[in-house]
């Protein structure tokens, strides 16, 4: 089992940053991704960025250039660092925790945190 925590939402105005940080605990994988989604009120999860254990990184169009993922695999801590954030950026963000293990897939999902920008 692995446990998500995340942290450092809140409100923020329209251009302005905010910094996220999950950090896992519990038993893991070596090789895994970690990385952010969020909800909308009324709309579906949907991928903001993911990050692999060797560094390798994905992010949806609509936060290239603004969002940027990191992880400190020491500290088992993902970040994301949101610059002029917009007010659709208004969502849950959660943790993700994915992993392959001798052919069985294993997920995990922290509670979210919430960031609401206002315009």
């Known amino acids: 089992q692995v446990q998500l925590v995340e942290s450092g939402g809140g409100l923020v105005p329209a251009g302005g940053s905010l910094s996220l940080s999950c950090a896992a605990s519990?038993?893991?994988?070596?090789?895994?991704?970690m990385g952010w989604y969020r909800q909308a009120p009324g709309k579906q999860r949907e991928l903001v960025a993911i990050?692999?254990?060797?560094?390798?990184?994905n992010y949806a169009d609509s936060v290239k250039g603004r969002f940027t993922i990191s992880r400190d695999n020491a500290k088992r801590t993902v970040y994301l660092q949101m610059n002029n954030l917009k007010a659709d950026d208004t969502a849950v963000y959660h943790c993700?925790?994915?992993?392959?293990?001798?052919?069985?897939?294993?997920?995990?999902w922290g509670r979210g945190t919430e960031v609401t920008v206002s315009s």
């Open positions: 993700n925790y994915r992993a392959l293990s001798l052919g069985r897939n294993y997920e995990y």
């Open positions: 519990g038993s893991g994988f070596p090789n895994n991704v």
């Open positions: 990050i692999s254990s060797g560094g390798s990184t």
